[in-house]
């Protein structure tokens, strides 16, 4: 608030950007938003969370492409299953095991579909997303 009310005021003062201290952030490819299951689930957390809007946060199933927009962390450590493998289904999302945790898929989108909620998703289409299927990282 302290800035707001200089800059309000007409006090705050601006500073020149030194170049030789900034940084270059190179252009994110596409590829770099496949979800890689290895990892762990506040990684792929974030990552969905990064990329959302942009290029979105993408995994396969069946070999469809599938988008995830929105979802949530079930728990950081422990997994006794295969990364990628569906855990449990329900109106709340798509729990998925990771490297380490589980992480819920809430919002997503099938190729060629329209951004759904997991539990509209699964109203439609339930047959694709049974626990003990997995979703799979390709290889480019």
């Known amino acids: 608030t302290e800035y707001i009310q200089q800059q309000i005021s007409g006090t705050l003062n601006s500073e020149v950007q030194d170049d030789s201290l900034a940084t270059y952030a190179k252009k994110l490819a596409k590829r770099e938003a496949q979800i890689d299951w290895e990892i762990d689930a506040g990684t792929i957390d974030r990552q969905i969370r990064a990329f959302n809007s942009s290029n ?40 998925v095991a990771c ?38 990282y390709v290889e480019a």
């Open 99 to 136: 490297g380490a945790g589980q992480l819920r898929l809430t919002q997503l989108q099938l190729a060629g579909g329209k951004t759904l909620s997991a539990a509209n998703l699964l109203n439609a289409k339930a047959d694709l997303f049974q626990p003990g299927f997995s979703f799979n």
């Open 56 to 95: 979105v946060a993408f995994t396969w199933l069946n070999g469809e492409r599938v988008k995830c927009w929105l979802c949530e962390c079930i728990s950081t450590q422990g997994n006794n299953d295969t990364p990628g493998k569906i855990i449990a289904v329900d109106k709340t999302g798509i729990s």
